[in-house]
């Protein structure tokens, strides 16, 4: 199923932008797009959505912006300059130079003063983030369900007129059977015109011929399918391989009816069922 979620969240520290987007798949196939300083969340954000997709493409887009002051310190190394001093007054006495010893002189020598980068705060940025992603991951959830919802109107909208067909196909079985006694009886007589027709003979081939084009096990499998369909759609939930299996198994039952029929109106029957299974099918394939 495809789903769309985007949150922002700004405070006078930090700004984050997430985007969820999917497209139909088979399978959860996740891609987690943030900033390079946040590539040690992807695990921690990979996890955090499981519990809301199990299904589709998913693209996560996260955009972060940090207004906070600078994380880098300076720092004062007193030891250093205590050397640089200790050694420029050695140099004062022992060449009698004029001493013209300042700060602002020491300040430039090499480390006394340097730039320490202090420890970010992994735990309050996760925090932030995890707002927004659950945020947008709500969304991204409502969105699928109004999807959902006018996926299953239409797939119980197929599975009653797949009900019909199956009707269609349990009334005229015993038509067939008929016809096909009829047609038998007419057929011994008109090639035995002067001999008695062997009723009991002529009953016995109608009983291996309604054998060989008995449907009724498909006919109640089928039923038994497209009523536990229905109830699954119902219940809701992570469906979508229980109903790909179902779907399977229909269309194996509409294929065994098809082998076995002998009616060209049961075929065609038979034919448009068989569309309507995979169309369901395809559309099962969407669902989470």
């Given amino acids: 199923m495809t789903g769309f979620g985007r949150s922002e969240i700004v405070n006078e520290d930090r700004k984050v932008v997430v985007e969820i987007k999917a497209v139909n798949h088979r399978y959860c196939d996740m891609n987690v797009k943030l900033p390079k300083k ?3 969340f992807e695990t921690t954000i990979r996890n955090f959505l499981k519990d809301y997709i199990q299904r589709g493409k998913v693209d996560v887009f996260i955009i972060y912006e940090d207004y906070s002051k600078s994380n880098v310190c300076v720092k004062y190394n007193r030891e250093i300059a ?3 001093i200790k050694y420029l007054n050695e140099m004062v006495d022992e060449y009698d130079v004029d001493d013209d010893i300042k700060a602002s002189v020491v300040a430039r020598f090499p480390e ?12 309050a940025i996760w925090e932030f983030l995890k707002e927004a992603i659950k945020e947008a ?3 991204f959830v409502e969105s699928r369900i109004k999807e959902g919802e006018n996926l299953k109107n239409d797939l119980i909208g197929k599975l009653d007129d797949m009900l019909k067909m199956v009707s269609f196909i349990e009334d005229k079985s015993p038509e067939i059977i008929a016809e096909y006694k009829q047609k038998l009886t007419e057929k011994v007589a008109e090639l035995s015109t002067n001999t008695q027709i062997d009723e009991q003979r002529i009953a016995t081939e109608v009983v291996i011929y309604a054998d060989k084009v008995c449907v009724d096990e498909e006919i109640v499998r089928l039923k ?10 119902a219940e809701g939930g992570s469906v979508g391989r229980k109903l790909d299996f179902i779907a399977q198994e229909m269309n194996r039952e509409a294929n065994t009816i098809l082998s076995k029929s002998n009616s060209l109106q049961v075929s065609d029957v038979g034919i448009d069922l068989k569309t309507d299974i995979e169309k369901v099918r395809e559309q099962i394939q969407n669902i989470e």
């Fill in 112 to 123: 006394v003063f340097t730039l320490e980068e202090q420890a970010t705060d992994e735990e």
């Fill in 137 to 139: 991951a709500e969304k």
């Fill in 38 to 40: 946040l590539n040690y």
């Fill in 224 to 233: 038994s399918h497209i009523a536990s369909t229905k109830q699954i759609l």
């Fill in 82 to 84: 205590g050397e640089y």
